[in-house]
């Protein structure tokens, strides 16, 4: 037999385990036992050296080992830029296909329909030109946002260069920049009621994103009502928030975000008052709240007007009525006036349309630089700027508050109120319903119209009565038909059906708006004469 040595010591059990190599396990055993009198009992089941008795039974785990995977080994260098990018000679449409079709992807939809893209070399006024010299009429602000046209304000060009020169970045969190303060003095002069701090990020999805946190945080509660017919951006949670067909894209990664109807439901009726789809869209609205609980409940945000949905005027008495009910309950109102503030409806914001609403936060973008270069705002009220003043926002991005994009906004904003542009707007916002009514009685493909201030759209419907398509549903040939048309006819236009955006730069003379009419009416008896074609009728009735 093996003599057994003094195990006092871990050397004295290491001594014991390479004995075991060469000796009995019933040794072992013995002495392991003598080791361990005195434990407790779970020591006695697993240890290191296993249990009392059983030293290769929970003894400490025994891992496997994995092989490293092969190395996949790709070229990883630099490569090498064409000197054609330093040629001075113009590139070749050709040239310019080529590069896209093989680089670009484009937003939302495949990218393949790149390739079709007209090539758009410049813009003047309201007009754009493409590499074929066509001469196109903007009617729709391209997505509702070059607000002021293709000719840029001396002003603001002049303002552009000064802050690249000067200071053409800064970190918001480390310095100030002293455009950054001029803004939002501008902006908190000239905002109603007393909201007056304001954030500055690159566009209208990231300020709707920051906006739903803030409003999350201020009230410590977690869920967001909004509408179904409605659009607010294309984050996480801004898409999230949205209840049109994009929130497919992120709705299973979001949470807290409780959708309910317009008062212009897409397949019912609240009535047929303005004064019965108000309170009735109201009491359902209240109904939701009292089902989910108020105590949860952050905010309620919605679009003044809602925009991409389809220009959808709220009835009268609405957009008061949501005031009132967040009030009644304690929850924060925010107006999304991404397409619709800076002067869009014939007002500075949407929401000065309904009498005393001013809401808890607001969220703009696009027209604040007539989209010369991106910038959004969020801004809120005093009792939300002081909670914030001593608890951390939550919210921040590289370029939040770029200086040079707010130099950009900075000298926009003053020309909108130096040109007066709100006057144009509403100096032809009867041109614009005159001409909306003028389609929906000539054309049986247009159902009705909608519009305030410079920004109007249409229904398009079917013989039977139908719209043409659910929104963002593939077209139909002779959709795809009177999209060729408008293109034919000189409109360049964001075109959603079944609906028809009408909301051209805010610049636009009463001439080019009814000349813009007039193309479309053009491009609209395509799709009537479709309609009427006998052999459209026997494949719907098919």
Known sequence: DLPLPKCTSLHGLYVLSMRAAQGSRSVITCAWNSVRRGKSSWAKLSSTRGADGFPFVNARYIPDSFSPPPRRIEENSLGAASPRHWEENAWSEAEIRTAAEEHVLLSWTNSAPVKDLPIIERGEGVYLYDSEGNRYLDWT??????????????????????????????YGGLGLAPIRAKLAK????????????????????????????????????????TQYRSYHGGTTSSLGATGDFRRKFTESTTNGFVK?????????????????????????????????????????????????????????????????????????????????????????????????????????????TGSYLPLALVGVRQKIKDFFMKNPVGWGATYH??????????ETVKYMLKEDVLSNVQKLEPVMLEELQNLVVKFNCVR????????????????????VQRLGAPSPPEILKLKRAM????????????????????IITAPQLRDGFARLSKSLQVLEDEYASSSWQEASSA
Not at 448 to 467: E, M, T, W, Y
């Open 141 to 170: 602000s391209q997505a509702v946002c070059a607000n002021l046209g293709y000719t840029v304000p001396e002003s603001v060009k002049s303002a552009v260069a000064t802050q690249l020169d000067s200071l053409p970045y800064m």
């Open 186 to 225: 501008l902006l908190g002069e000239i905002t109603p009621g007393d909201i007056n701090g304001f954030l500055f990020p690159c566009g209208g999805g990231e300020a709707n994103e920051a906006a739903i946190r803030m409003a999350r945080l201020y009230t410590g509660r977690n869920k967001v009502f």
């Open 260 to 368: 309910f109807f317009n008062p212009q439901p897409l397949g019912f009726s609240f009535g047929s008052s303005d004064e019965s789809a108000a309170e009735r869209a109201m009491a359902m609205l209240e109904d939701q709240i009292l089902a989910e609980g108020p105590e949860s409940i952050a905010a309620v945000l919605l679009e003044s007007v809602v925009g991409a949905g389809g220009v959808l005027v709220p009835p009268d008495g609405y957009m008061e009525g949501v005031r009132a009910l967040c009030d009644k309950y304690g929850i924060l109102m925010i107006c999304d006036e991404v397409m619709v503030g800076f002067g869009r409806t014939g007002k500075f914001f949407a929401f000065q349309h309904f009498e005393g609403v001013v809401p808890d936060i607001i969220t703009s973008a696009k027209g604040l």
């Open 401 to 410: 508050a770029h200086p040079v994009a707010m130099a950009c906004a900075y």
């Open 448 to 467: 009705q119209g909608r519009a305030v201030g410079l920004f109007g759209c249409l229904d398009l419907i079917k013989p039977s009565g139908h719209l």
């Open 487 to 506: 293109r034919e006819n000189g409109l360049f236009a964001l075109f959603r059906p079944p609906l028809v955006h009408c909301s051209p730069p805010l």
